[in-house]
């Protein structure tokens, strides 16, 4: 689903979805976000979204980022019937998907000796990072703007997300003089 689809009265919130691969840089592109001045949210599950925006929109919040993965268990399956919701309310948002190389994620999860949120349902980590990218092959479709951080830096990460997320939405400075 295209942005331009989503476009509706109450655009003026800016509201972007973080997803993707565990290992991927979600929770690092969320201190991106949250340094960018938008308020953020880790592991909402997904049927809290569209309240989730209300509330925010309530509040006069502007800048809003949610990470949601596979983390939520089942809860994850209401994913997409949260998004058609989230539209049909008027929100309009952008998904930022980030992905790694099968190799970089299993190093990931060796260096930082962390587990893998479906490790319990799967015997190996490689089988773990396969489902998982199969449970989120629908989403990474949708998304707006996909970043593979195999080979990108901190800074170049934060670069992107400035320059997608970020500058897109900021008025033109230029100033005339008469």
């Not at 190389?101 to 190996?124: G, I, N, Y």
């Not at 170049?156 to 400035?162: G, H």
């Amino acid at each position: 689903m295209a942005t331009s689809k989503r476009k509706s009265a109450k655009c003026a919130m800016e509201f972007i979805i973080i997803t993707g691969l565990s290992g991927a840089g979600k929770g690092l592109a969320t201190g991106h976000f949250e340094d960018f001045g938008f308020y953020c949210v880790d592991n909402l599950p997904p049927a809290l979204i569209p309240t989730f925006a209300e509330l925010c929109a309530r509040g006069g919040m502007g800048r809003v980022a949610v990470v949601v993965d596979v983390r939520g268990g089942r809860f994850f399956l209401d994913l997409s019937d949260a998004l058609v919701e989230l539209s049909s309310n008027g929100f309009a948002y952008k998904i930022l998907f980030l992905e790694a190389d099968d190799e970089a994620l299993m190093q990931r999860f060796q260096e930082t000796r962390r587990r893998h949120p479906l490790s319990d349902e799967f015997p190996d980590l490689d089988a773990s990072i396969k489902a998982e990218r199969a449970a989120l092959e629908e989403l990474r479709e949708r998304a707006d703007k996909i970043v593979n951080t195999s080979h990108v830096t901190p800074r170049e990460l934060r670069e992107d997300i400035q320059k997608t997320f970020v500058d897109s939405h900021q008025p033109s400075l230029m100033q005339i003089r008469v």
